[in-house]
């Protein structure tokens, strides 16, 4: 038979389980081939704690051309930028084109600021991660820590943002060299709205004693170099503009003629198979599983990897695809920034506490770890 091309474009959170599975059960009839413009893959579940200063840089990141290597998967150092689905062809930045068999898209999204006048100039967005690092340093007056920002807002009362605000609070609490900058949330649509009462309420509280401000039904229209505007026509004066609102499928996509949501991600269905193209597969925040609207969240895109592994090789084999089902209930665990952090489950369950932390702590070290060795 014929030798499988299996192209992973991207290195989320599910293609890096694929490259895992592959290297420990090689499939005799697969070649593996990896697209990324980035050979770090960053474990968003860290972030907060490497902003915080919990984490290093190099703690946070999974190496994908060592992982590659351990699979025998060829890589190609840059970004897919469209899909000539009728050939089969991924189409690449430098404009050559990658033939597939099976494509697979973990490619994560992009930040929709659209509807805020200026944000893509003077904001930093929280996605892509990369991006972010590159740029967040720098921001915070690292090298020179009496030119750090004094007044800071987060446009965005999610986990993240409220877990992006704590842990600037804890990076930028305040020494000999610098003063204890004012650090606001823009929650247009309320704190932490998915999570359940007891957890806001416990959050809120967290956020009061950190001296994190947080501006409810505030709804950011406009961001400049030294603040930003209110839908109302308010003002706030801001050295530093982080937008952690929401995000969309990357602008590319939108030419494939693949089967979208309105947010521009993949439809799949519960083989996370495109439904309008079963020779693509997408998982993690760039697909939408039909009939249903989940969190932009990492505990998705890892717990579709092990499915997506399967299906692969399923495909290669010409056997029935696995369904994916997701969780009724995700465990959603958010640091403060302070060795501690507030777990929340389902619709009462929340805590909050040193051990939580370290809970958090192994869960995502253990992850990242477990791509560094076969």
Same mark, same amino acid.
């Given at each position: ?8 474009? !991207? ?11 592959? @290297? ?83 490619? !994560? ?9 200026? +944000? ?13 690092? +590159?740029?967040?340093?720098? @921001? ?58 007891? &957890? ?24 400049? @170099? ?55 597969? @997408? ?21 579709? !990897? ?21 969780? &009724? ?16 489950? !389902? ?28």
């Amino acid at each position: 038979m014929a030798e499988h091309h299996i192209v992973l474009v !991207g290195g989320g959170h599910s293609h890096v389980q694929v490259l895992r599975a592959f @290297a420990r059960q090689p499939e005799p009839l697969a070649r593996l081939t990896l697209v990324s413009d980035s050979l770090e893959a960053p474990y968003s579940g860290m972030l907060p704690g490497h902003i915080a200063g919990l984490y290093s840089r190099e703690a946070m990141h999974i190496d994908l051309a060592a992982l590659a290597a351990r699979c025998g998967a060829d890589v190609v150092p840059q970004a897919a930028v469209g899909i000539d689905r009728p050939e089969r062809r991924v189409v690449l930045a430098d404009g050559s084109h990658l033939p597939y068999d099976t494509l697979s898209l973990n490619i !994560g999204i992009t930040p929709d600021l659209s509807s805020v006048t200026g +944000a893509d100039r003077f904001a930093l967005a929280l996605k892509p991660i990369g991006r972010l690092l +590159a740029k967040l340093e720098g @921001a915070l007056g690292s090298e020179t820590p009496a030119k750090a920002p004094g007044r800071i807002l987060v446009v965005g009362g999610g986990p993240a943002g409220v877990e992006v605000a704590l842990a600037l609070r804890a990076r930028l609490a305040g020494s000999e060299h610098r003063s204890r900058p004012w650090i606001g949330i823009a929650a247009g649509r309320g704190l932490v709205p998915r999570l359940n009462p007891r &957890a806001r309420g416990k959050l809120a509280r967290v956020l009061v004693r950190k001296d994190v401000e947080v501006l409810s039904s505030c709804r950011i229209t406009e961001v400049a @170099a030294d603040g930003a505007r209110t839908e109302d026509g308010r003002w706030i004066a801001s050295d530093l503009t982080i937008m952690a609102t929401a995000a969309r499928g990357q602008p590319w996509l939108a030419g494939t003629d693949l089967p979208l949501s309105p947010d521009g991600s993949v439809l799949v269905g519960p083989s996370l198979a495109s439904t309008g193209d079963d020779a693509i597969f @997408a998982t993690g925040d760039c697909a939408e599983l039909i009939g249903q609207r989940l969190d932009k969240a990492g505990v998705y895109a890892v717990r579709q !990897g092990p499915i997506l592994a399967e299906n692969l090789r399923r495909r290669i084999r010409g056997e029935p695809l696995m369904a994916y089902r997701p969780q &009724a209930r995700a465990l959603a665990i958010l640091s403060t920034g302070d060795g501690r952090a507030v777990a929340s489950w !389902g619709d009462r369950f929340a805590v909050e506490g040193r051990w939580v932390w370290w809970w958090k702590d192994w869960i995502d070290r253990r992850f990242v770890e477990g791509f560094s060795s076969p």
